[in-house]
Protein backbone atom coordinates (compact mmCIF):
# COMPACT_ATOMS: atom_id res chain seq x y z
CA UNK A 1 0.00 0.00 0.00
CA UNK A 2 1.23 3.48 -0.90
CA UNK A 3 3.00 5.59 1.93
CA UNK A 4 1.59 8.52 3.59
CA UNK A 5 3.47 11.67 3.77
CA UNK A 6 2.41 12.92 7.23
CA UNK A 7 5.51 12.61 9.63
CA UNK A 8 4.80 9.81 10.78
CA UNK A 9 7.05 7.16 9.64
CA UNK A 10 3.94 4.76 8.70
CA UNK A 11 2.23 3.36 6.15
CA UNK A 12 -1.08 3.56 5.09
CA UNK A 13 -1.83 -0.01 6.66
CA UNK A 14 -0.07 0.62 9.93
CA UNK A 15 -2.11 3.98 9.98
CA UNK A 16 -5.83 2.69 9.28
CA UNK A 17 -5.51 -1.18 10.61
CA UNK A 18 -5.46 -0.30 13.99
CA UNK A 19 -4.75 -2.74 15.89
CA UNK A 20 -6.11 -3.04 19.87
CA UNK A 21 -2.75 -2.98 20.60
CA UNK A 22 -1.73 0.42 19.39
CA UNK A 23 -4.92 1.74 21.50
CA UNK A 24 -3.12 0.71 24.59
CA UNK A 25 0.75 2.03 23.64
CA UNK A 26 -0.57 5.66 22.29
CA UNK A 27 -3.31 5.99 25.32
CA UNK A 28 -0.67 7.92 27.09
CA UNK A 29 -0.62 10.20 24.59
CA UNK A 30 -4.38 11.13 25.64
CA UNK A 31 -4.02 10.84 29.76
CA UNK A 32 -1.00 11.72 30.17
CA UNK A 33 -0.42 8.72 32.27
CA UNK A 34 2.57 5.69 31.60
CA UNK A 35 -0.03 3.10 32.22
CA UNK A 36 -2.37 2.09 30.35
CA UNK A 37 -5.08 -0.68 30.19
CA UNK A 38 -8.44 -2.10 28.86
CA UNK A 39 -10.23 0.41 31.45
CA UNK A 40 -8.48 2.99 30.09
CA UNK A 41 -9.31 2.66 26.64
CA UNK A 42 -12.84 1.79 27.28
CA UNK A 43 -13.14 5.16 28.83
CA UNK A 44 -11.30 7.04 25.35
CA UNK A 45 -13.39 4.35 23.09
CA UNK A 46 -16.39 5.39 24.17
CA UNK A 47 -19.57 3.60 25.17
CA UNK A 48 -20.73 2.53 21.90
CA UNK A 49 -22.60 5.82 20.99
CA UNK A 50 -20.49 6.14 17.91
CA UNK A 51 -19.17 3.91 15.23
CA UNK A 52 -15.11 3.43 14.14
CA UNK A 53 -13.07 0.72 12.66
CA UNK A 54 -11.07 -2.43 13.46
CA UNK A 55 -8.38 -4.26 11.19
CA UNK A 56 -10.02 -7.58 9.88
CA UNK A 57 -7.97 -9.16 7.22
CA UNK A 58 -6.17 -8.72 4.15
CA UNK A 59 -6.89 -5.39 2.85
CA UNK A 60 -10.18 -4.52 4.78
CA UNK A 61 -11.09 -3.09 8.00
CA UNK A 62 -14.52 -3.50 9.74
CA UNK A 63 -17.01 -1.12 11.29
CA UNK A 64 -17.80 -1.90 14.80
CA UNK A 65 -19.20 0.19 17.67
CA UNK A 66 -17.19 1.97 19.67
CA UNK A 67 -17.22 0.22 22.57
CA UNK A 68 -14.08 -2.32 23.94
CA UNK A 69 -16.16 -6.05 24.16
CA UNK A 70 -15.73 -9.09 22.05
CA UNK A 71 -14.81 -8.27 17.98
CA UNK A 72 -17.25 -11.31 16.45
CA UNK A 73 -19.69 -8.96 17.85
CA UNK A 74 -18.13 -5.96 16.21
CA UNK A 75 -16.78 -4.07 18.97
CA UNK A 76 -13.48 -2.99 19.83
CA UNK A 77 -11.51 -6.10 21.32
CA UNK A 78 -8.62 -5.18 24.45
CA UNK A 79 -6.91 -7.26 25.87
CA UNK A 80 -3.54 -7.24 27.58
CA UNK A 81 -2.56 -10.69 27.41
CA UNK A 82 0.66 -11.01 24.49
CA UNK A 83 -0.71 -14.37 24.11
CA UNK A 84 -4.34 -13.26 23.06
CA UNK A 85 -3.25 -10.00 21.56
CA UNK A 86 -0.07 -10.76 19.01
CA UNK A 87 0.61 -7.17 17.87
CA UNK A 88 1.42 -6.24 21.84
CA UNK A 89 3.64 -8.88 22.41
CA UNK A 90 6.01 -7.14 19.32
CA UNK A 91 5.91 -3.63 21.48
CA UNK A 92 7.15 -5.23 24.12
CA UNK A 93 9.82 -7.42 22.32
CA UNK A 94 10.46 -3.91 21.18
CA UNK A 95 11.06 -2.81 24.30
CA UNK A 96 8.08 -0.36 23.68
CA UNK A 97 6.19 -1.23 26.44
CA UNK A 98 6.30 -3.83 29.32
CA UNK A 99 3.19 -5.52 31.24
CA UNK A 100 3.27 -5.48 35.09
CA UNK A 101 -0.02 -6.72 36.78
CA UNK A 102 -2.60 -6.25 34.05
CA UNK A 103 -1.41 -3.39 32.74
CA UNK A 104 0.56 -1.97 30.35
CA UNK A 105 3.67 0.43 31.13
CA UNK A 106 4.51 2.45 28.19
CA UNK A 107 8.16 4.07 28.47
CA UNK A 108 9.55 6.95 27.05
CA UNK A 109 11.35 5.29 23.70
CA UNK A 110 7.42 5.12 23.00
CA UNK A 111 6.60 8.36 23.31
CA UNK A 112 9.61 9.89 21.53
CA UNK A 113 8.56 7.50 18.08
CA UNK A 114 7.40 9.57 15.21
CA UNK A 115 3.59 8.85 15.70
CA UNK A 116 3.52 9.64 19.17
CA UNK A 117 5.31 12.83 18.89
CA UNK A 118 3.27 13.79 16.21
CA UNK A 119 -0.19 12.56 17.79
CA UNK A 120 0.74 14.55 20.95
CA UNK A 121 1.83 17.68 19.12
CA UNK A 122 -2.06 17.25 17.37
CA UNK A 123 -3.42 16.79 20.81
CA UNK A 124 -2.01 19.96 22.18
CA UNK A 125 -3.35 21.68 19.42
CA UNK A 126 -6.71 20.77 20.12
CA UNK A 127 -8.59 23.32 22.24
CA UNK A 128 -11.46 23.08 24.41
CA UNK A 129 -14.09 24.15 22.18
CA UNK A 130 -14.74 23.54 18.23
CA UNK A 131 -12.33 25.41 15.33
CA UNK A 132 -11.52 24.14 11.68
CA UNK A 133 -8.85 21.58 11.12
CA UNK A 134 -6.68 24.61 9.20
CA UNK A 135 -6.18 26.17 12.69
CA UNK A 136 -4.81 22.93 14.82
CA UNK A 137 -2.62 22.58 11.33
CA UNK A 138 -1.04 25.92 12.06
CA UNK A 139 -1.21 25.48 15.48
CA UNK A 140 1.15 22.29 15.10
CA UNK A 141 2.87 23.73 12.11
CA UNK A 142 1.86 21.03 9.92
CA UNK A 143 0.48 21.57 6.23
CA UNK A 144 -3.92 20.91 6.59
CA UNK A 145 -3.33 17.04 4.81
CA UNK A 146 -1.39 16.09 7.66
CA UNK A 147 -3.54 17.95 10.60
CA UNK A 148 -6.39 15.91 8.50
CA UNK A 149 -4.40 12.28 8.98
CA UNK A 150 -3.91 13.34 12.51
CA UNK A 151 -7.66 14.25 13.84
CA UNK A 152 -8.70 11.02 11.84
CA UNK A 153 -6.28 8.65 13.19
CA UNK A 154 -7.40 10.05 16.76
CA UNK A 155 -10.97 9.69 15.82
CA UNK A 156 -10.59 6.10 14.49
CA UNK A 157 -7.98 5.17 17.75
CA UNK A 158 -10.58 6.84 20.54
CA UNK A 159 -14.11 7.49 19.30
CA UNK A 160 -15.14 9.11 22.62
CA UNK A 161 -12.33 11.95 22.53
CA UNK A 162 -13.78 13.87 19.35
CA UNK A 163 -15.91 14.11 16.46
CA UNK A 164 -15.15 15.40 12.88
CA UNK A 165 -17.64 17.61 10.86
CA UNK A 166 -17.99 18.05 7.20
CA UNK A 167 -20.45 17.98 4.67
CA UNK A 168 -21.33 14.67 7.50
CA UNK A 169 -19.58 13.19 10.59
CA UNK A 170 -17.29 10.46 10.60
CA UNK A 171 -20.16 8.83 12.41
CA UNK A 172 -22.65 9.36 9.68
CA UNK A 173 -19.87 8.16 6.75
CA UNK A 174 -19.49 4.74 8.70
CA UNK A 175 -23.36 4.76 9.42
CA UNK A 176 -24.10 4.40 5.68
CA UNK A 177 -21.93 1.27 5.45
CA UNK A 178 -23.21 0.09 8.91
CA UNK A 179 -22.13 -2.45 11.55
CA UNK A 180 -20.05 -5.39 10.73
CA UNK A 181 -19.28 -4.12 7.04
CA UNK A 182 -16.39 -4.82 5.44
CA UNK A 183 -14.59 -2.18 3.66
CA UNK A 184 -11.48 -1.71 1.66
CA UNK A 185 -9.23 0.68 3.77
CA UNK A 186 -7.95 2.63 1.52
CA UNK A 187 -11.50 3.85 0.10
CA UNK A 188 -12.41 4.94 3.31
CA UNK A 189 -9.20 6.85 4.60
CA UNK A 190 -9.61 9.05 1.40
CA UNK A 191 -13.17 9.86 2.92
CA UNK A 192 -11.99 10.31 6.18
CA UNK A 193 -9.28 12.69 4.57
CA UNK A 194 -11.78 14.93 2.56
CA UNK A 195 -14.52 15.18 5.10
CA UNK A 196 -11.44 15.98 7.62
CA UNK A 197 -9.25 18.13 5.33
CA UNK A 198 -12.41 20.96 5.74
CA UNK A 199 -13.75 19.93 8.22
CA UNK A 200 -14.89 21.06 12.22
CA UNK A 201 -13.33 19.31 15.12
CA UNK A 202 -15.58 18.86 18.34
CA UNK A 203 -13.34 18.24 21.06
CA UNK A 204 -14.08 16.46 24.08
CA UNK A 205 -11.49 18.28 26.54
CA UNK A 206 -12.20 16.19 29.55
CA UNK A 207 -10.44 13.15 27.85
CA UNK A 208 -7.89 15.31 26.26
CA UNK A 209 -5.46 16.16 29.47
CA UNK A 210 -8.11 17.40 31.89
CA UNK A 211 -9.13 20.38 30.42
CA UNK A 212 -12.10 21.85 30.70
CA UNK A 213 -14.96 19.07 30.26
CA UNK A 214 -16.93 19.27 26.72
CA UNK A 215 -20.23 16.91 26.37
CA UNK A 216 -20.10 15.33 23.17
CA UNK A 217 -22.90 13.33 23.04
CA UNK A 218 -25.01 12.04 20.02
CA UNK A 219 -28.27 13.55 19.69
CA UNK A 220 -29.70 9.65 19.62
CA UNK A 221 -28.00 9.29 23.46
CA UNK A 222 -28.60 13.03 24.20
CA UNK A 223 -32.03 12.99 23.92
CA UNK A 224 -33.26 9.62 23.77
CA UNK A 225 -35.97 8.66 26.11
CA UNK A 226 -36.45 4.67 26.64
CA UNK A 227 -40.13 4.31 26.33
CA UNK A 228 -40.13 2.41 29.77
CA UNK A 229 -39.98 5.51 31.52
CA UNK A 230 -43.16 6.69 30.08
CA UNK A 231 -45.24 4.03 31.68
CA UNK A 232 -45.54 5.50 35.12
CA UNK A 233 -47.59 8.31 36.28
CA UNK A 234 -45.59 11.62 37.46
CA UNK A 235 -48.82 13.82 38.33
CA UNK A 236 -47.69 16.35 40.52
CA UNK A 237 -44.53 14.11 41.46
CA UNK A 238 -41.37 15.43 42.65
CA UNK A 239 -38.47 13.42 40.90
CA UNK A 240 -35.40 12.95 41.60
CA UNK A 241 -32.71 11.72 38.84
CA UNK A 242 -30.11 9.99 40.65
CA UNK A 243 -26.45 9.99 38.37
CA UNK A 244 -28.56 11.88 35.40
CA UNK A 245 -25.71 13.04 33.64
CA UNK A 246 -27.03 15.46 31.60
CA UNK A 247 -30.43 15.15 32.77
CA UNK A 248 -32.15 14.39 30.08
CA UNK A 249 -35.08 11.58 31.74
CA UNK A 250 -35.27 13.73 34.80
CA UNK A 251 -36.26 16.76 32.64
CA UNK A 252 -38.78 15.01 30.36
CA UNK A 253 -40.81 13.96 33.33
CA UNK A 254 -42.07 17.66 33.63
CA UNK A 255 -43.72 17.27 30.25
CA UNK A 256 -45.54 13.87 32.03
CA UNK A 257 -46.66 15.96 34.45
CA UNK A 258 -44.04 16.14 37.37
CA UNK A 259 -44.16 18.80 39.41
CA UNK A 260 -40.48 19.58 39.90
CA UNK A 261 -37.53 17.59 38.95
CA UNK A 262 -34.18 17.42 40.69
CA UNK A 263 -30.94 16.48 38.54
CA UNK A 264 -27.77 15.20 41.02
CA UNK A 265 -24.68 14.45 39.81
CA UNK A 266 -21.36 13.75 41.20
CA UNK A 267 -19.36 15.79 38.26
CA UNK A 268 -20.86 19.25 38.67
CA UNK A 269 -19.36 19.79 34.58
CA UNK A 270 -22.07 17.99 33.45
CA UNK A 271 -24.51 19.71 35.02
CA UNK A 272 -23.43 23.33 34.36
CA UNK A 273 -23.39 21.39 30.35
CA UNK A 274 -27.13 21.86 30.34
CA UNK A 275 -29.70 24.28 30.07
CA UNK A 276 -31.67 26.11 33.67
CA UNK A 277 -35.37 25.92 33.62
CA UNK A 278 -37.91 26.87 36.64
CA UNK A 279 -38.96 23.70 37.47
CA UNK A 280 -35.86 22.12 37.27
CA UNK A 281 -33.04 22.64 40.00
CA UNK A 282 -29.50 20.49 40.09
CA UNK A 283 -27.71 19.26 42.75
CA UNK A 284 -24.03 18.05 42.74
CA UNK A 285 -24.09 15.06 45.03
CA UNK A 286 -23.06 11.41 45.61
CA UNK A 287 -25.74 8.46 44.85
CA UNK A 288 -24.16 6.86 47.56
CA UNK A 289 -24.61 9.49 50.20
CA UNK A 290 -27.85 11.22 48.93
CA UNK A 291 -28.32 15.00 50.44
CA UNK A 292 -32.33 14.83 50.85
CA UNK A 293 -34.32 14.09 53.36
CA UNK A 294 -36.57 10.93 54.01
CA UNK A 295 -39.25 9.96 51.85
CA UNK A 296 -38.59 13.71 49.60
CA UNK A 297 -38.90 12.19 46.02
CA UNK A 298 -42.15 10.62 44.65
CA UNK A 299 -40.11 8.86 41.99
CA UNK A 300 -36.50 7.91 41.92
CA UNK A 301 -34.68 7.44 38.63
CA UNK A 302 -31.55 5.64 38.93
CA UNK A 303 -30.30 4.80 35.54
CA UNK A 304 -27.65 3.01 34.53
CA UNK A 305 -25.39 4.25 37.38
CA UNK A 306 -25.60 1.11 39.68
CA UNK A 307 -22.64 -1.13 38.30
CA UNK A 308 -20.14 1.96 38.14
CA UNK A 309 -20.01 2.55 41.96
CA UNK A 310 -17.52 1.89 44.05
CA UNK A 311 -20.70 0.83 46.99
CA UNK A 312 -23.95 0.58 45.05
CA UNK A 313 -25.22 -1.27 48.65
CA UNK A 314 -24.87 2.14 50.15
CA UNK A 315 -26.84 3.86 46.86
CA UNK A 316 -29.45 1.55 47.43
CA UNK A 317 -30.46 1.91 50.69
CA UNK A 318 -30.67 5.84 50.55
CA UNK A 319 -32.60 5.44 47.13
CA UNK A 320 -35.29 3.22 49.36
CA UNK A 321 -34.83 6.08 51.73
CA UNK A 322 -36.24 8.49 50.14
CA UNK A 323 -38.43 7.18 47.41
CA UNK A 324 -42.08 7.47 48.18
CA UNK A 325 -44.19 5.75 45.29
CA UNK A 326 -41.56 4.32 42.59
CA UNK A 327 -38.14 3.89 41.36
CA UNK A 328 -37.57 3.72 37.72
CA UNK A 329 -33.94 1.33 37.54
CA UNK A 330 -31.62 0.32 34.30
CA UNK A 331 -28.65 -1.48 34.51
CA UNK A 332 -26.17 -1.23 31.48
CA UNK A 333 -23.60 -3.56 31.47
CA UNK A 334 -20.86 -1.42 29.64
CA UNK A 335 -17.03 -3.16 29.43
CA UNK A 336 -16.04 0.03 31.97
CA UNK A 337 -18.67 -1.09 34.71
CA UNK A 338 -18.90 -4.02 36.72
CA UNK A 339 -20.77 -7.37 34.89
CA UNK A 340 -24.20 -7.33 36.61
CA UNK A 341 -26.26 -10.52 36.12
CA UNK A 342 -30.02 -10.71 35.34
CA UNK A 343 -30.56 -12.59 38.93
CA UNK A 344 -28.73 -9.59 40.52
CA UNK A 345 -30.44 -7.01 38.89
CA UNK A 346 -33.91 -8.93 40.20
CA UNK A 347 -32.54 -9.28 43.65
CA UNK A 348 -31.81 -5.80 44.03
CA UNK A 349 -35.68 -5.02 42.61
CA UNK A 350 -36.89 -6.64 45.67
CA UNK A 351 -35.40 -4.86 48.05
CA UNK A 352 -37.22 -1.63 46.69
CA UNK A 353 -41.09 -2.76 46.75
CA UNK A 354 -43.11 -4.45 43.57
CA UNK A 355 -42.49 -4.64 40.27
CA UNK A 356 -45.00 -3.19 37.82
CA UNK A 357 -42.78 -3.38 34.89
CA UNK A 358 -39.19 -5.03 33.50
CA UNK A 359 -37.63 -5.19 30.10
CA UNK A 360 -34.81 -7.37 29.19
CA UNK A 361 -32.65 -6.18 26.64
CA UNK A 362 -30.42 -9.66 26.15
CA UNK A 363 -27.59 -9.80 28.71
CA UNK A 364 -26.63 -5.86 28.12
CA UNK A 365 -29.02 -3.79 29.41
CA UNK A 366 -31.85 -4.83 32.35
CA UNK A 367 -34.86 -2.42 33.44
CA UNK A 368 -37.51 -2.03 35.47
CA UNK A 369 -40.57 0.62 37.64
CA UNK A 370 -40.58 -0.72 40.84
CA UNK A 371 -43.45 0.53 43.02
CA UNK A 372 -42.03 1.08 46.67
Not at 111 to 123: D, H, Y
Not at 319 to 332: G, P, T
Amino acid sequence: MPQHHAPTHITLREALYIPSALRLLLAPVITGRAESNCAVVARLVGMGERLTVNYWVGEFVAVVRSKVGNLRRYEVPCVVDVRRMPPLRRYVEAGLAEIRDGEVIVGEKTLLTPLARFLSKIVNCIADKPQFVKKIATCANVDIREAAFGVSLLRLLYPATLEIFGNHSVDNLLSQYGVGAKLPAAKLWRELLNIAEEGYIFPNAELLRGRRPVIIRSKAAKYSIPPILASLNYKDAVVIDVGSGFGTKGAATIKWGARYAILLDIDEAILRARGNGLLIDKVVGDAQMLPFRDKSADVVIFWNVYNFLHKPEDALLEIKRIARRAVLFSIYNAASGRYVSYREFLKVVATWGRVKVVKRLGDSQFQAVVET
